[in-house]
């Protein structure tokens, strides 16, 4: 019997189908290297993922603060919608971080979605949707986390592993690179970052046994400048920590799916890398397993690594080590934190990966031990086929992908908690490209469980906690103004005192939140804005509220408008 396959064609343009205008502002033109390494001091926009290279999601807007955050309420709601059959066996999930050049919003959604946005009233300026296979593999989630926007370009990286540059004017494709295998499993989900003339990407894709990568290329051509594995193949410093003997590196994981911070006095990317593959049988992968679960210093020139620190050796509970590196500077020394989902808080000296101090941040953990020297000692594991083993916190870890910030005023971090445990059950499994590659059956908690916003000194003392019934799976967001913005996966949105962590105000947005809030200025008034919509992973953090409604706003508030000013 013979096959004949008919060529799909051209996919259709979904900006011809609306009567957006598909006309902004030339405002990224102007956006370059020297801009973003002073973002923080426009604090009237969000030029970069987490609002500066630092990480800190810290903004110097202070007209929102605790005395007026009690009138804020919504300016404008934005309702992205869902259209035609989402790709991936999977749910999906409003998670970008949005981006403010001077008054124009730039904001992506799941399935190859991105929208530029008049960011002071919400309508919609042009719109992009990319043509995403509906058979790609995808681990947790249809989500994107974000774009880039620099020289007239807003950069972004799609589900099937494609790096696309949009014209910041119009949102027509520019250029569009792959930048993995789709195939074998690796896919695109985070914020590209961008730093002097290149844009900077990271795979996705570990629970499928791919080896994770970084990648650089031209802003303007799209050319490709470098690619750095984040596994060693046999006789790279760091490969005896895999078996001698066959190809478990070749599909070892450590994929750097979230978007990395940059100093540019130290000339590093400081990156976390993911679970080595499979995530829960360690028999077939003995040895360390560099550099997975860790934090990489890589040089942004020649796409080099520069120094390592792994927080979960030889990982059996997929405790990834993605999460933000947030640099700050205290003593005259340049220091970074990073909360691990293992459930420690680390402190290291950014210049040359030297542990300064390791403590816990969540009540339960009983997986392991780490000692305040950053002596690891596993405890529980799944470790004989089909022998269930209970273990805290679970694989979503301690606090998931969503991030903390950091307020240099306060000097107090703010940490989004999860404390929820699972049981793994081992179940060996061959690999085969492009089929998941877990190596257990995970079943998460669905009682017992509950979250906070909590904040510590750079020292891990804790200075005071905002308890919440569910586990906190979204990002904070802290300003000037003395508050600390959280969502909640019920739906509330939350203003905090940060000094001592009271509530002062909140808002029910008709979803669970797990994206990340950011704020702006436009003639000098002052929004909060936060994607609101539930999904992704959620039998991974919290299975209990796997029917809860999807949402898809995007939500800006503000204080109201003084009279004659509308």
Known sequence: MTLEYVDAGEAIDHGTLSAVPRNAPDVGFRVGYDRLLDARSESHNWLTYYG??????????????????????????????????IAGASTYAFEATPLVVDGVMYVSGWDGWVWALDAKTGDQMWRYKHAVPYDVSLCCGNVNRGVAVAKGKVFCVMPNAHLLALDAVTGERVWDKTIGDVRAGESGTMAPLVVKDMVITGSSGGEFGVRGHMDAFDLESGQHRWRCYMVP??????????????????????????????????????????????????????????????????????????????????????????????LFDQGGRKMLGHFDKNGYFFVLDRTNGELVSVTPYVDRIDWGTITRDGKVTPRKYPDAEGEPVHFYPGPAGAKEWTHAAYNPETELFYVPVQDVGATATRRRREFREGIPYWGAGVQVDADDMNGSISAFDSEGNE???????????????????????????????????????????QFQCGSGHHGSPMTYSVDGRQYVAVPVGWGGWIEGFLPGMLGAGHGSALIAFALPEEPGTR
Request: charged share 20%; hydrophobic share 35%; net charge negative.
């Open 52 to 85: 500066a290279y630092d990480g800190q999601r810290y903004s110097l807007l202070d007209q929102i603060n605790t005395e007026t955050v009690k009138g804020m309420g919504p300016a404008w709601i934005f309702q992205a919608g869902a259209a035609g059959m």
């Open 233 to 326: 193949k046999p006789g790279e410093p760091g490969s005896e920590t895999w078996p001698a003997d066959g190809e478990a590196w070749a599909r070892g994981g450590a994929n750097p799916w979230i978007t990395a911070t940059f100093d540019q006095d130290t000339n590093l990317l400081y990156v976390g890398t993911g679970n080595p593959a499979p995530d829960f049988d360690g028999a077939v992968r003995e040895g360390d397993n560099l550099y997975t679960d860790s934090i990489v210093a890589v040089d942004v020139d020649q796409g080099t690594i520069q120094w390592h620190y792994q927080c979960t050796p030889h990982d059996v509970w997929d405790y990834d080590s993605t999460m933000e590196n947030i």
């Open 463 to 505: 200075k005071w906690r905002w308890r919440n019934t569910l586990p906190m799976c979204s990002s904070v967001l802290t300003t000037a103004g003395n508050l600390v913005f959280a969502g909640t996966p019920s739906g509330e949105f939350v203003a905090l005192d940060a000094r001592n962590g009271e509530k002062l105000w």
